[in-house]
């Protein structure tokens, strides 16, 4: 057996009750599938009818939500398994998949499985319970970012009057949504002094000593800067408004790390409309000052 699908199969967390005898009969079917950054795997609202297991790379998961706009919902890593509702049933695909950065994918078309699962009737009651848990860990972590975005939504409703009071409130509703135990900071853009200023936090880390790991401040991308740290940037026009850091005080598997990414990426979309609009409030309000106190001087 080709070493490379065996050792892809034992990865799965779709097929981790599997004996590995059973497995062994499964590689026939699989086919690879190499993808350039980018590219479209399959586009929301075509015909599915195959399952797909990520071998190398990242393929990102998204659905349109207007015009050419599209919402990320999931970034599937090596060992995850994506496309498995139209091995079930003859539907269309509820979301695009695309190729961020170079990877290789898997494909199992829904006859070969159920030509399999015919070979080898002992893996059918594993295969279907570990599809129902997987399905359902999606769910619940569907449910937790749908919970954080309300919420944090709600927040954003409120009059807000600066980007600091703004940021400190974040932290503070953010962090209990996060799994496990976590620090957070954040840090605000200061056109006086063309510093970014600590704003607020939350637990008891001292962001301090990871100052030498983190990006420029004109650095526009959230990413990882260690294993368990990751930096948000709040990105404007010139110069990113702010930025936000999460820490977690225990290591995070590499999925858990994506999905965090993804999420705290959306909460960093909207903070940075919602800074871009107490900016211009700000402005606003200082230019109708300037206009008032300018109207009194001439006399008028």
């Given at each position: ?188 853009f200061n056109f006086f002094n063309d510093e970014m200023d ?91 000052r300037l206009s008032k106190s300018s109207g009194y001087g001439?006399?008028?």
């Open positions: 057996m080709d070493q490379e699908k065996l050792k892809l199969l034992k990865s799965l967390h779709l097929l981790d009750q599997i004996p590995e005898d059973q497995l062994t009969t499964l590689e026939k079917f699989l086919k690879p599938v190499s993808l350039k950054d980018g590219e479209v795997l399959f586009e929301e609202g075509s015909r599915g009818e195959s399952l797909f297991f990520v071998s190398s790379g990242h393929i990102k998961i998204s659905k349109k939500v207007s015009g050419q706009d599209f919402k990320d919902l999931a970034i599937m890593g090596p060992g995850d398994s994506f496309g498995e509702m139209a091995v079930i049933e003859a539907v269309t695909r509820s979301a695009r998949a695309a190729a961020s950065g170079e990877t290789v994918v898997f494909k199992l078309r829904r006859d070969d499985l159920n030509l399999w699962l015919k070979e080898n009737p002992k893996a059918a009651m594993a295969f279907f319970a570990q599809l129902v848990q997987v399905q359902s860990q999606r769910l619940r972590r569907a449910s937790s970012e749908i919970a954080l975005l309300f919420d944090l939504s709600n927040l954003l409703l409120e009059p807000i009057p600066s980007g600091k009071e703004l940021l400190a409130k974040v932290l503070n509703h953010v962090v209990p949504h996060l799994h496990g135990e976590w620090d957070a900071a954040a840090y605000l600590f704003v607020a936090s939350e637990g008891g880390f001292k962001f301090e000593a990871l100052s030498s790991k983190l990006p420029p401040h004109t650095e526009t991308r959230s990413l990882w800067v260690d294993e368990v740290s990751y930096y948000v940037s709040l990105p404007g026009a010139k110069r990113p408004h702010g930025y936000l850091l999460f820490r977690s005080r225990n290591t995070l598997a590499e999925e858990a790390r994506t999905e965090l990414g993804r999420s705290l990426t959306t909460v960093a979309r909207l903070l940075t409309s919602a800074l871009e609009n107490i900016n211009f409030r700000t402005e606003d309000a200082l230019r109708a001439s006399g008028i």
